[in-house]
C-alpha cells in the first residue's frame, strides 16, 4: 500500500498554465482507468475535481484536464487563477484498497 | 445536490472506541461503494477503508486492519466505523467519501 508520488510543491503565473504529476505502479495507476484528483483549500474537504483519470465533474470548470500515460497521471490546470492555490491530491484503486499522493501545494503567482 | 454528514468524533484515550457515522442526505448511498479517509491537520489524505454497495465486501488499510471495521446501512442512507484499540497515530481528521462527494470531516484526538 504505498502512496503515490507527487512533487511537494509546484507554481505558475496568474493565466498561465500548469501541469501537476502523479506516478504509481502497474498496480494502481498504470493497471486502473480510476484516477481521481482532489483540490483542498486550507481548512476545507477535499472537492473532486477530475474521476477515471480525465472526467470532470458538473461545476467544475473546463480548465482542469487529466491524463494519464503509463504509471504516471498528470492534472494540467489553464488559465491559472488566484483561486486555484491549493493542495492538490491525486488517488487510485490498487485492485482492492485505494491509494492516495502525498499532495501538491500548488502557489499562483 | 447531495451531502454527507460525518459524526461521532471526539477525544478518547488509547485503547478506546469510536463509532463513527456518516449520514448521507440528497444523495443514495446505496449506489455507490463508500470510503473512510483520514488526515492529520497539516498532512495529506491517507485512505483507510471501504464497503462496496451492499455492505458484503470491505477492505481496509494494513494500519487500521483488524482493529477498524467498516459497515452501512443502505435504509438509513448511513456509513459506518468502528474504530477500537484507538492509538495515538491514529488521531486526525475522518472524512467519509462516495460517489464523488465528501463530507466536511469529523475530528478525532487519541490523547491520554
Known amino acids: 500500500q504505498s502512496a503515490l508520488t507527487q512533487p511537494p510543491s509546484a507554481s505558475g503565473s496568474l493565466g498561465q498554465s500548469v501541469t501537476l504529476s502523479c506516478t504509481g505502479t502497474s498496480s494502481d495507476v498504470g493497471g486502473y482507468n480510476y484516477v481521481y484528483w482532489y483540490q483542498q483549500h486550507p481548512g476545507k474537504a477535499p472537492r473532486v475535481i477530475i474521476y477515471?483519470?480525465?472526467k470532470r465533474p458538473s461545476g467544475v470548470p473546463d480548465r482542469f484536464s487529466g491524463s494519464k500515460s503509463g504509471n504516471t497521471a498528470s492534472l494540467t490546470v489553464s488559465g491559472l487563477q488566484a483561486e486555484d492555490e491549493a493542495d492538490y491530491y491525486c488517488?487510485?484503486?490498487?485492485?482492492?484498497?485505494?491509494?492516495f499522493g502525498g499532495g501538491t501545494k500548488l502557489t499562483v503567482l | 445536490e447531495g451531502q454527507l454528514v460525518e459524526s461521532g468524533g471526539g477525544l478518547v484515550q488509547p485503547g478506546g472506541s469510536l463509532r463513527l457515522s456518516c449520514a448521507a442526505s440528497?444523495?443514495?448511498?446505496?449506489?455507490?461503494?463508500m470510503h473512510w479517509v483520514r488526515q492529520v491537520p497539516g498532512k495529506g489524505l491517507v485512505w483507510v477503508s471501504r464497503v462496496n454497495n451492499d455492505g458484503s465486501s470491505t477492505v481496509y488499510a494494513d494500519s487500521v486492519k483488524g482493529r477498524f471495521t467498516i459497515s452501512r446501512d443502505n435504509a438509513k442512507n448511513t456509513v459506518y466505523l468502528q474504530m477500537n484499540s484507538l492509538r495515538a497515530e491514529d488521531t486526525a481528521v475522518y472524512y467519509c467519501?462516495?460517489?464523488?462527494?465528501w463530507g466536511q470531516g469529523t475530528l478525532v484526538t487519541v490523547s491520554s
Open positions: 488517488s487510485s484503486y490498487a485492485g482492492g484498497n485505494e491509494v
Open positions: 477515471d483519470v480525465t
Open positions: 467519501a462516495g460517489g464523488g462527494t
Open positions: 440528497g444523495f443514495t448511498l446505496s449506489s455507490h461503494w
